[in-house]
């Protein structure tokens, strides 16, 4: 994987080295002779500077290659999934001792989970659903890992993700960031799809976080950890897999990965609380890291006399498409009736988390209401729901921890609309979203892209991979608008 270069550049090299994905116990850390000679019989032979002894006169080759070998260990400590025997024994003891709420007549899903499909979901979570199976699944197609990343004022919180690199070296790095109740699952889908090498469309390097409190990846224990500080997660855990230039998807972005990493760019993709943290690390990072995202959650203020007053004297006069018509009906269906779970995760988290991180069965009904509203009348298995809600509950923080976003995203003062960026951002409307605004409220200088779908809701990635993908794909793929955007990563085997 890497080129022959001059000793003009051996620096960079040094301090972009890419590192074994060995197991833990194998692992440089563990066996740090090993490999400091490993590496010096690498740039023997790729800087072709003779035996050796010779790099020995330079210490500040072995105090960067030293400081790289110990980030690089750090950030790719391989992660599988084991949830330990008596914690599935515990669930099944807890699902044993359920007690169902009564139901009125008729009631569907108007009131919330329909009775009868909790109980049904119940009872095979008790006796038929095969956690191992799916576990093993994970495994088998997610590679995963762990890093400790530092968080200013926080302390370090050891953060659990899916990093899948293409085949092809100039591939586009993505980062992908879910929202809740989502989670690293997300990406399974479209993983495959986004590192296809194909002359047709792009290729990407794709990196899913687990933000904390989520999944296996380490909650914080102090309050006030909101958008600022998920977004320096993200883009730290980028950084210390060696991709200094990204894109963002919300659901999480493109990450570049490159052994020589001159500048390396990122882009990133995002829906839900992705959307808004990729946002965030737009502003924050935008131009120097982050080269550019895309989200199936777009956000905008909407016009008023006072702000943007030429758009709203535009939204007088333009008429709207059917497309936003329904788009606005379905945007007011949520925040009259879908809501509410809202007002409760962003005022009393801790009130609820204890029906949360106590019953699985509160879990699973907190949940499923959420799975079959928020999408497209998505086919759901029984499985399906099971392996989502599981990850929850077997989750390192517990359940309760994921929704603390609400709350402190709530007390910093900040909206939805987020903070001001300006790097090129792509646009895809699925028409069961839970927030769906007219398509010129929306536009600027730097959206660059925008994809319209007859189907599809809540949970893209999910729900239809292989349209979110394909937008991705000409979002940066040859003669798309952000073609190029990280450099030297085009997507495409040179």
């Given at each position: 994987?890497?080129?022959?270069?001059?000793?003009?550049?051996?620096?960079?090299?040094?301090?972009?080295?890419?590192?074994?994905?060995?197991?833990?116990?194998?692992?440089?850390?563990?066996?740090?002779?090993?490999?400091?000679?490993?590496?010096?019989?690498?740039?023997?032979?790729?800087?072709?500077?003779?035996?050796?002894?010779?790099?020995?006169?330079?210490?500040?080759?072995w105090r960067l290659l030293e400081t790289n070998r110990t980030q690089r260990t750090m950030s790719r400590t391989p992660f599988?999934?084991?949830?330990?025997?008596?914690?599935?024994?515990?669930?099944?003891?807890?699902?044993?001792?359920?007690?169902?709420?009564?139901?009125?007549?008729?009631?569907?899903?108007?009131?919330?989970?329909?009775?009868?499909?909790?109980?049904?979901?119940?009872?095979?979570?008790?006796?038929?659903?095969?956690?191992?199976?799916?576990?093993?699944?994970?495994?088998?197609?997610?590679?995963?890992?762990?890093?400790?990343?530092?968080?200013?004022?926080?302390?370090?919180?050891?953060?659990?993700?899916?990093?899948?690199?293409?085949?092809?070296?100039?591939?586009?790095?993505?980062?992908?960031?879910?929202?809740?109740?989502?989670?690293?699952?997300?990406?399974?889908?479209?993983?495959?799809?986004?590192?296809?090498?194909?002359?047709?469309?792009?290729?990407?390097?794709?990196?899913?976080?687990?933000?904390?409190?989520?999944?296996?990846?380490?909650?914080?224990?102090?309050?006030?950890?909101?958008?600022?500080?998920?977004?320096?997660?993200?883009?730290?855990?980028?950084?210390?897999?060696?991709?200094?230039?990204?894109?963002?998807?919300?659901?999480?972005?493109?990450?570049?990965?490159?052994?020589?990493?001159?500048?390396?760019?990122?882009?990133?993709?995002?829906?839900?609380?992705?959307?808004?943290?990729?946002?965030?690390?737009?502003?924050?990072?935008?131009?120097?890291?982050?080269?550019?995202?895309?989200?199936?959650?777009?956000?905008?203020?909407?016009?008023?006399?006072?702000?943007?007053?030429?758009?709203?004297?535009?939204?007088?006069?333009?008429?709207?498409?059917?497309?936003?018509?329904?788009?606005?009906?379905?945007?007011?269906?949520?925040?009259?009736?879908?809501?509410?779970?809202?007002?409760?995760?962003?005022?009393?988290?801790?009130?609820?988390?204890?029906?949360?991180?106590?019953?699985?069965?509160?879990?699973?009904?907190?949940?499923?209401?959420?799975?079959?509203?928020?999408?497209?009348?998505?086919?759901?298995?029984?499985?399906?729901?099971?392996?989502?809600?599981?990850?929850?509950?077997?989750?390192?923080?517990?359940?309760?921890?994921?929704?603390?976003?609400?709350?402190?995203?709530?007390?910093?003062?900040?909206?939805?609309?987020?903070?001001?960026?300006?790097?090129?951002?792509?646009?895809?409307?699925?028409?069961?979203?839970?927030?769906?605004?007219?398509?010129?409220?929306?536009?600027?200088?730097?959206?660059?892209?925008?994809?319209?779908?007859?189907?599809?809701?809540?949970?893209?990635?999910?729900?239809?991979?292989?349209?979110?993908?394909?937008?991705?794909?000409?979002?940066?793929?040859?003669?798309?608008?952000?073609?190029?955007?990280?450099?030297?990563?085009?997507?495409?085997?040179?």
């Open positions: 994987m890497l080129a022959p270069i001059t000793t003009a550049v051996h620096t960079q090299l040094i301090t972009s080295f890419p590192l074994s994905t060995a197991t833990a116990e194998n692992s440089p850390l563990s066996h740090g002779s090993h490999m400091q000679l490993e590496s010096r019989v690498i740039l023997q032979d790729k800087l072709n500077i003779g035996s050796p002894s010779g790099l020995e006169q330079s210490p500040d080759i599988t999934i084991a949830v330990p025997d008596e914690e599935l024994e515990l669930l099944k003891q807890k699902l044993d001792l359920t007690r169902f709420p009564d139901e009125l007549e008729n009631a569907g899903r108007d009131y919330g989970a329909p009775l009868k499909d909790i109980q049904r979901l119940v009872a095979y979570w008790k006796d038929g659903y095969d956690w191992r199976k799916h576990e093993a699944e994970l495994n088998n197609e997610l590679p995963q890992f762990t890093s400790d990343i530092e968080v200013e004022g926080f302390g370090s919180l050891n953060i659990h993700y899916v990093h899948k690199e293409s085949e092809v070296p100039s591939a586009v790095p993505l980062l992908f960031v879910h929202g809740w109740p989502g989670s690293f699952l997300e990406v399974n889908k479209i993983l495959p799809l986004l590192v296809e090498e194909s002359p047709d469309h792009p290729s990407f390097h794709v990196v899913a976080v687990g933000l904390p409190g989520y999944g296996f990846s380490e909650a914080p224990r102090k309050r006030g950890f909101a958008i600022d500080q998920y977004a320096e997660v993200s883009h730290k855990l980028m950084l210390s897999l060696g991709y200094n230039e990204y894109g963002e998807k919300a659901f999480y972005s493109q990450n570049l990965v490159s052994c020589l990493m001159r500048v390396l760019d990122q882009v990133t993709q995002g829906g839900d609380w992705g959307a808004i943290i990729t946002r965030t690390i737009a502003a924050k990072y935008g131009g120097k890291h982050s080269k550019a995202l895309h989200t199936n959650f777009p956000v905008a203020v909407p016009p008023h006399p006072w702000h943007r007053p030429g758009l709203y004297l535009r939204s007088l006069v333009t008429r709207l498409t059917p497309a936003e018509k329904a788009g606005l009906v379905r945007m007011e269906w949520f925040y009259k009736e879908g809501r509410g779970y809202f007002a409760e995760q962003s005022t009393q988290p801790q009130t609820l988390g204890y029906g949360l991180a106590d019953s699985p069965v509160g879990l699973l009904g907190w949940i499923y209401e959420k799975l079959l509203n928020w999408t497209d009348d998505y086919p759901w298995t029984d499985d399906e729901v099971l392996t989502w809600i599981s990850i929850y509950w077997f989750s390192k923080a517990g359940p309760a921890a994921s929704v603390r976003i609400y709350y402190e995203f709530t007390k910093t003062g900040a909206d939805f609309h987020g903070p001001i960026f300006n790097i090129p951002t792509g646009y895809s409307f699925f028409p069961r979203e839970l927030r769906i605004l007219p398509r010129f409220w929306l536009r600027a200088k730097h959206v660059v892209f925008e994809s319209e779908h007859g189907r599809g809701g809540h949970f893209a990635a999910y729900e239809r991979p292989q349209e979110l993908v394909g937008d991705l794909r000409k979002m940066f793929g040859k003669g798309g608008p952000a073609f190029g955007v990280v450099s030297s990563h085009g997507g495409f085997r040179s």
